[in-house]
């Protein structure tokens, strides 16, 4: 059950108390306070978890402060595409903006190794004014006697290397709750050169004390990634589990699941859930082409599979793109053989503008036919000429 109260209502206030002393009436109730800015205006919300059936929706309503009283018994309640609750989940962190209409290219190393490779790394997305990108120190890897990441003591040159590159936002994955706080002292300490998206990566899909964990701060945003062997529906309750803790600042990631089917590619690409993800949720959608490729392969029309993979899901009006480039791939300590180099970048970064470009077109194109009506489709030009291609 969630109470949705009226814009003016203090959380502190004397109208909230009453409420909560209504609910925990009720045995066995807990309760949980949420404040969500919209782009109309900030919603004060109560969660009420635990068997709410006899709490009944009239009494509750009738309470000072409240505007209404919302069943959950809707997919997704927070993070999904309702009749009621249509306005998309739009977030501003450190100056940038997420939503389903924006778009955003985060490139950059699987894994943080030497300060001259990361900067190479961020001097070269500077130089194309690229402010966001992908740094690993905190690596949970298949073999345990792999590379696991520099962790907390690469923090510190880490952030002010870009911060000299005016980055303003990494995507950096933590495997449990202490490197959240780790995150923060370092950025802190360095004086807030630049900003951290914390990535769930594919491992830790249904880690859900770690999903509680990033959802009850809302310092930084969060990028999850698809759970690579559970149902789309699984990851998308694991992002909801991250929203009903309070934080809605989550873009969803797909990143290809694990089926040989997909060979010789790491694991089947399935950016044809792109639009999937955007039409169940208010989420941006983001694309990782290159653990779905999981290689550095050019095909016989010379251009590489990892830009072909990551066009599918650009054109399918993807949000934003995750992407490992290296400096020097044979040198690195994580994932090289799937690394593009810096002298791809360009390439790389004009080819998804044209990607976007055709995107953003096909969109008018749908929204032209869309107000069409059937009798001038019929009358029009477009079919015979798309017969004609
Ligand atoms: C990564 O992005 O570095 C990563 C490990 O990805 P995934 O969790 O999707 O395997
Ligand atoms: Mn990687």
């Not at 409240?66 to 100056?95: A, M, Q, T």
């Not at 992002?239 to 873009?251: D, L």
Request: glycine share 8%; with cysteine.
């Amino acid at each position: 059950m969630i109470i949705i109260l009226k814009p003016e209502i203090d959380p502190a206030g004397s109208e909230v108390q009453q409420i909560l002393n209504s609910l925990h009436y009720y045995q066995g109730i807990q309760t949980r306070i949420s404040g969500v800015t919209g782009k109309e205006r900030k919603v004060l919300e109560i969660y009420v978890i635990g068997d709410t059936s006899r709490i009944p929706d009239e009494e509750i309503e009738r309470l000072p402060g409240v505007e209404r009283v919302v069943r959950v018994s809707k997919k997704y309640r927070l993070i999904g595409r309702h009749r009621d609750d249509l306005e998309g989940l739009r977030f501003e962190y450190n100056g940038l903006v997420f939503d389903q209409d924006s778009f955003h290219i985060f490139a950059g190393l699987c894994a943080v190794d030497r300060p001259e490779n990361v900067e190479a790394m961020f001097k070269a997305l500077a130089q194309y004014g690229i402010s966001t990108s992908r740094m690993g120190a905190y690596k949970p890897r298949t073999n345990p006697y792999s590379f696991q990441g520099h962790g907390r003591k690469c923090l510190p040159w880490l952030f002010e290397l870009a911060g000299k590159y005016g980055i303003k936002c990494i995507a950096m994955e933590v495997t449990k709750e202490v490197h959240i706080e780790e995150i923060y002292e370092e950025l802190e300490r360095a004086g807030r050169p630049t900003g951290v998206m914390l990535q769930i990566g594919t491992r830790n899909a249904q880690n859900f004390e770690l999903l509680k964990a990033v959802g009850s701060q809302v310092e930084f945003p969060v990028l999850y990634k698809r759970g690579m062997g559970i149902t789309l529906e699984e990851s998308l309750n694991a992002c909801e589990y991250i929203a009903s803790e309070g934080n809605r600042n989550i873009i969803f990631c797909l990143r290809g699941v694990k089926t040989n089917l997909g060979d010789p590619h790491r694991n089947l690409v399935d950016f044809a859930h792109v639009p999937v993800v955007k039409g169940l949720t208010r989420l941006p959608v983001c694309v990782d082409p290159t653990h779905s490729v999981g290689r550095r392969s050019k095909a016989p029309d010379g251009i590489e599979e990892i830009f072909h993979i990551a066009a599918q899901g650009v054109i399918s009006g993807a949000n934003a793109i995750l992407v490992e480039f290296h400096p020097r791939p044979q040198e690195a300590l994580c994932d090289g053989p799937q690394a593009l180099t810096l002298e791809e970048l360009p390439h790389f970064l004009e080819d998804m503008r044209l990607v976007r470009e055709t995107y953003l077109a096909r969109k008018a194109l749908a929204q032209k036919y869309g107000s069409l009506k059937e009798s001038e489709v019929l009358r029009g030009m477009p079919l015979s000429s798309a017969c004609a291609l």
